[in-house]
């Protein structure tokens, strides 16, 4: 995708936010240019010039996320960031990057108590293109350095910097993140994590909305992941931060043939639109579809949680019986702060506006048969399934598929839920400070789900200081029950559960038996290893195991294909 130059002011490095190197003071005031090299006002000279000037290597090292050491007794400058390293000697034009060594073209100076190298080699160093204003001695970014400006902004916000952050944002994210909220933001952060000390990795990727960069940073209290969203004309339009998680590399499952194509589309325009992917089975159409719905909280189009990818799998197994699966990043995900910023957030702006509109673009997608749309929804997507089928007012959808779904009303259902968690650690034998942790957990919860049922509130009287925001969300739907919103409904549904699912019970898959038992067109599978990934566990499921690599039980995605096969075309 081809982007649009952006207008940046240049960002400044202010003198208060250079930690200096313990080094001696120096008394020359020659500018910090090589012999030979002159200033000019021209950008794109400046630019160039930028490859040749010396730099204040602290100020500029830690603006790329690398961390810098300082040995007072060997006059060594150490810079690291994720694997590479450069070290440079005070006096020497000699350098060692990664360990070989390497002609820097002129010696390491003290300047002012700092030490100042050559640009380039700092560039060349960690395949960085950062730039250097001498007038304003400052460091700056080409329009198109995602990676520069992505690292960039993370250094900005936990240096205090606000002008810079709120000047590589656009106008949508200035609106979700104030200056007054970024300070909290940071604090809070700042509060749990301490300063980010390295960038470990970075990555960058493009899908049909965003260009993201993915960096995880070592902190004082744990590692976190970045991620920076920007939007098609270079300015920053969300970001998400998450805590590091590290688990084993995801595998082909068995069922995966290899008999697909894969292509990128978008739900919806503006600022919520969604990217996504198509997984459409090779050979001739048109074929079944099914669009899955995520469960609660933000997650990628995959549903990647631990070592499983639960809708990646489903598709690619669904394509092996030939049938298409529409998946796509979670608005929570794609649009983090956009969305915390709205206070009048609710459940159908999570997880049903976005399916109608999918539904609505397969209808004329080639490939695909618009009688047979079936939508299946895990967990929270399974519980909100009654909604999504009521907002269906063209009758598009042919049927729904709820996997590991609540049937109660929400608050009842995490009660459960804790109290479910807690039965299984004591009947693990685990720790006696897990079961206390859990313990506090449930009395939280149960406080949380008193407050949400106090009659006192409502949504249009909210509690301040709510513990789990937003707290519309909540109020907006206390009276929902699904099992109870479906019994008038008449598209046909197929229930599965897992037996060892400690977060969605036997106990909601019965409510579903019981509120439903007037109808005759809905199926029910329950299976006695698999827990809440859909994912067959032998022993009891605690979520611990989720970090280990994983697959959807092919049995379940072959019932899936089994009963979609069934439906007949209108």
């Known amino acids: 995708m081809k982007r649009k130059p952006m207008p940046m002011k240049k960002a400044v490095v202010g003198a208060s936010l250079v930690l200096l190197l313990s080094l001696p003071a120096a008394v020359s005031a020659a500018q910090d240019v090589l012999p030979n090299t002159a200033a000019s006002t021209n950008n794109n000279a400046q630019t160039e010039q930028s490859?040749?000037?010396?730099?204040?290597?602290?100020?500029?090292?830690?603006?790329l996320g690398a961390k810098v050491k300082w040995d007072a007794k060997s006059k060594l400058v150490t810079i690291q960031r994720g694997e590479n390293e450069l070290v440079l000697t005070v006096g020497k034009s000699q350098a060692a990057i990664d360990g070989k060594p390497a002609d820097i073209?002129?010696?390491?100076?003290?300047k002012d108590?700092?030490?100042?190298?050559?640009?380039?080699?700092i560039n060349a160093a960690?395949?960085?293109a950062v730039n250097w204003d001498i007038a304003a001695g400052t460091v700056s970014f080409e329009t198109d350095d995602y990676a520069g400006l992505a690292g960039y902004y993370v250094y900005s916000l936990f240096n205090g910097q606000h002008d810079v952050v709120l000047s590589l944002m656009n106008e949508e994210l200035k609106k979700a993140l104030p200056e007054e909220r970024l300070?909290?933001?940071?604090?809070?952060?700042?509060?749990?994590?301490?300063?980010?000390?390295?960038?470990?990795?970075?990555?960058?990727g493009v899908n049909g909305v965003h260009t993201n960069v993915s960096m995880a940073y070592t902190m004082k209290g744990a590692s976190l992941d970045f991620t920076i969203r920007f939007d098609a004309d270079g300015r920053i339009d969300d970001l998400a931060i998450n805590p590091m998680s590290v688990t084993a590399a995801f595998g082909k499952p068995a069922y995966d043939r290899n008999n697909y194509t894969e292509q990128e589309i978008v739900i919806g325009e503006g600022t919520f639109a969604l990217p996504g992917t198509l997984t459409l089975p090779q050979g001739e159409g048109p074929h079944p579809v099914v669009v899955m719905v995520h469960g609660s909280g933000p997650h990628d189009r995959d549903s990647t949680i631990g070592g499983a990818k639960i809708f990646k799998?489903?598709?690619?197994?669904?394509?092996?019986?030939?049938i298409a699966v529409l998946r796509y990043e979670k608005v929570t995900k794609e649009h983090t702060f956009k969305v915390s910023a709205q206070p009048k957030f609710t459940l159908k702006n999570e997880s049903?506006?976005?399916?109608?509109?999918?539904?609505n673009l397969l209808k004329n997608t080639q490939g695909i048969d618009p009688s047979r749309i079936y939508i299946a929804g895990h967990s929270q997507g399974g519980y909100v399934m009654p909604l999504i089928l009521d907002g269906d007012r063209e009758v598009d959808i042919a049927g729904a598929i709820l996997l590991s779904a609540p049937s109660e009303q929400m608050t009842d259902v995490l009660i459960e839920q804790q109290n479910n968690a807690l039965a299984r650690l004591q009947q693990a034998g685990l720790p006696e400070e897990m079961q206390a942790a859990q313990k506090q957990a449930v009395a939280v919860w149960t406080g949380i789900a008193e407050l949400v049922q106090n009659s006192s509130y409502s949504k249009d009287n909210l509690p301040q200081n709510f513990p789990i925001p937003p707290a519309y969300w909540w109020y907006e739907q206390r009276d929902y029950v699904p099992?109870?919103?479906?019994?008038?409904?008449?598209?046909?549904?197929?229930?599965?559960?897992?037996?060892?699912?400690?977060?969605?019970?036997?106990?909601?898959?019965?409510?579903?038996?019981?509120?439903?038992?007037?109808?005759?067109?809905?199926?029910?599978?329950?299976?006695?290893?698999?827990?809440?990934?859909?994912?067959?566990?032998?022993g009891v499921s605690v979520g611990m195991e989720y970090n280990n690599p994983a697959h959807v039980s092919a049995t379940i995605i072959k019932d899936m294909a089994e009963w979609i096969g069934k439906g007949k075309s209108q």
Do not use: C
């Open 113 to 121: 108590g700092r030490a100042m190298v050559p640009l380039a080699i």
């Open 352 to 359: 049903v506006d976005d399916v109608l509109q999918a539904v």
């Open 51 to 63: 490859k040749q000037i010396l730099v204040p290597a602290k100020a500029v090292a830690e603006s």
């Open 483 to 538: 099992a109870e919103f479906a019994q008038k409904q008449t598209k046909p549904m197929l229930i599965l559960q897992g037996e060892n699912d400690w977060q969605v019970s036997m106990k909601q898959y019965e409510g579903w038996k019981e509120a439903l038992k007037a109808r005759n067109d809905i199926s029910y599978i329950s299976y006695p290893k698999v827990n809440h990934l859909l994912v067959e566990y032998d």
């Open 183 to 204: 300070g909290l933001l940071v604090q809070q952060l700042s509060a749990v994590y301490g300063q980010p000390k390295m960038q470990q990795s970075l990555a960058v």
């Open 105 to 110: 073209g002129h010696a390491v100076v003290i």
């Open 313 to 322: 799998d489903i598709a690619v197994g669904l394509a092996s019986h030939n």
């Open 126 to 128: 960690f395949g960085t």
